[in-house]
């Protein structure tokens, strides 16, 4: 075997080598979107809340009967947020932007956003109602809407924080809030950091003033969600010089 034919072997070797190490490195970018592992992300709250309540079985598991029950059903009722306003509640489900989640733009792809609310929806669901799904009750999904207000770049970390804002006989309407941590710009860092000096005008002598010869009337405005007021009721504002 001559030299040029060796030579081309160990290059072969070497060539199948680099594409194992990329195909392989290919697979660990892309963990997030394996086969499952959606489904591990979204089921993960559901997963760590059945762990609670059977670490709570094997507790009680030499207890008596009348104990097991009043501790389940303690347990239970903790759960639940019971007298607390459900507008109070606010559920925020961390993320990050991994290369698998992103487009050619290097940002978050659109798409992922709905797949991200997934997540924090089932989360939230769970803190909310824990004891629903439990009973037999079921969630399906009426709608989406979404409006893109700024971008989440590749590899940025980032919350959804999910609470109700209203409902009627049949929906629950959600508002989820993507926030991501803000950067400052250098010029803002080296803004923040100087002291801002004062800077106040001079006051307008009075007799230089047309608005000092006119009495102050405020300006007031309310939504007009009260009765509706004849107009003899109330008085008209008018200005009078100041004396």
């Given at each position: 075997?001559?030299?040029?034919?060796?030579?081309?072997?160990?290059?072969?070797?070497?060539?199948?080598?680099?594409?194992?190490?990329?195909?392989?490195?290919?697979?660990?970018?892309?963990?997030?979107?394996?086969?499952?592992?959606w489904h591990l992300r979204v089921f993960s709250p559901l997963i760590?809340?059945?762990?609670?309540?059977?670490?709570?079985?094997?507790?009680?598991?030499?207890?008596?009967?009348?104990?097991?029950?009043?501790?389940?059903?303690?347990?239970?009722?903790?759960?639940?947020?019971?007298?607390?306003?459900p507008f109070d509640v606010t559920v925020a489900w961390k993320g990050?932007?991994?290369?698998?989640?992103?487009?050619?733009?290097?940002?978050?792809?659109?798409?992922?956003?709905?797949?991200?609310?997934?997540?924090?929806?089932?989360?939230?669901?769970?803190?909310?109602?824990?004891?629903?799904?439990?009973?037999?009750?079921?969630?399906?999904?009426?709608?989406?809407?979404?409006?893109?207000?700024?971008?989440?770049?590749?590899?940025?970390?980032?919350?959804?924080?999910?609470?109700?804002?209203?409902?009627?006989?049949?929906?629950?309407?959600?508002?989820?809030?993507?926030?991501?941590?803000?950067?400052?710009?250098?010029?803002?860092?080296?803004?923040?950091?100087?002291?801002?000096?004062?800077?106040?005008?001079?006051?307008?002598?009075?007799?230089?003033?047309?608005?000092?010869?006119?009495?102050?009337?405020?300006?007031?405005?309310?939504?007009?969600?009260?009765?509706?007021?004849?107009?003899?009721?109330?008085?008209?504002?008018?200005?009078?010089?100041?004396?």
């Open positions: 075997m001559d030299a040029v034919t060796r030579r081309l072997l160990v290059l072969a070797s070497l060539g199948v080598r680099l594409l194992k190490y990329t195909a392989c490195l290919v697979f660990l970018v892309n963990l997030r979107s394996w086969p499952l592992s760590a809340l059945r762990l609670r309540l059977h670490l709570l079985r094997l507790r009680l598991l030499f207890k008596p009967r009348h104990v097991k029950q009043r501790a389940k059903a303690q347990w239970l009722a903790a759960l639940s947020p019971v007298g607390k306003s990050w932007a991994s290369p698998d989640d992103c487009d050619y733009n290097l940002h978050l792809s659109n798409s992922c956003y709905a797949k991200s609310l997934d997540s924090a929806r089932l989360a939230h669901v769970l803190k909310c109602f824990p004891t629903f799904f439990r009973a037999g009750g079921w969630m399906p999904l009426g709608g989406t809407h979404y409006t893109f207000l700024r971008e989440i770049p590749i590899l940025a970390r980032y919350e959804i924080r999910v609470r109700i804002v209203s409902w009627d006989n049949k929906w629950l309407f959600l508002v989820a809030h993507y926030v991501t941590k803000s950067k400052r710009s250098k010029t803002q860092k080296r803004a923040a950091k100087q002291p801002v000096a004062e800077h106040r005008l001079p006051p307008t002598p009075p007799e230089h003033d047309t608005r000092a010869q006119q009495a102050p009337v405020p300006l007031l405005h309310t939504p007009a969600t009260a009765t509706p007021q004849p107009a003899h009721a109330t008085p008209d504002a008018r200005c009078g010089s100041v004396r």
